[in-house]
């Protein structure tokens, strides 16, 4: 019987714990990131589909497209202009006039934002 001995973990035993959460870690991390990622773009299609959707029935409904996207609001198209998820404001949108002199306003918008999707395109084309 040694009295000397005293319940723990060795160093070994604790650089191997360390390295097993560091090798898990290297495969977590990348994967939580890229999936940041995917669901910025995913609400980035999906904010553009809705405002999309509420100039088509603005001019739908008004036989005009809207002059900014607060008449959107004002008119209770949407509640609020939506946060660009990539440059993270609700003013950089890029917004496309239209080229019919009997019909101006804007007719489609992308995002402001300088960022490359996941599939190497622009987020600004979409």
């Known amino acids: 019987m040694t009295g000397n001995r005293h319940g723990g973990f060795t160093l070994i035993e604790l650089l191997v714990v360390m390295l097993i959460i560091g090798a898990l870690l ?3 991390v ?6 940041l990622e995917h669901a910025r773009e995913t ?4 904010d553009l589909a809705i405002l999309r959707e509420a100039i088509d029935k ?3 409904d008004l036989g005009q497209y809207p002059d900014s996207l607060g008449a959107l609001v004002d008119k209770r198209y949407v ?7 990539f440059s993270k404001v609700s003013d950089s949108w890029t917004l496309v006039q239209s080229d019919d002199p009997d019909h101006e306003g804007i007719r489609d918008l ?6 490359v999707g996941v599939d190497g395109t622009s987020v600004a084309s979409w």
């Open 26 to 28: 290297s495969i977590a």
């Open 30 to 35: 990348p994967r939580y990131f890229k999936t």
């Open 43 to 46: 609400v980035l299609k999906q």
């Open 58 to 60: 603005h001019y739908a």
């Open 79 to 85: 509640r609020s202009v939506p946060v660009d998820p």
């Open 110 to 115: 992308h995002s402001g934002a300088g960022d």
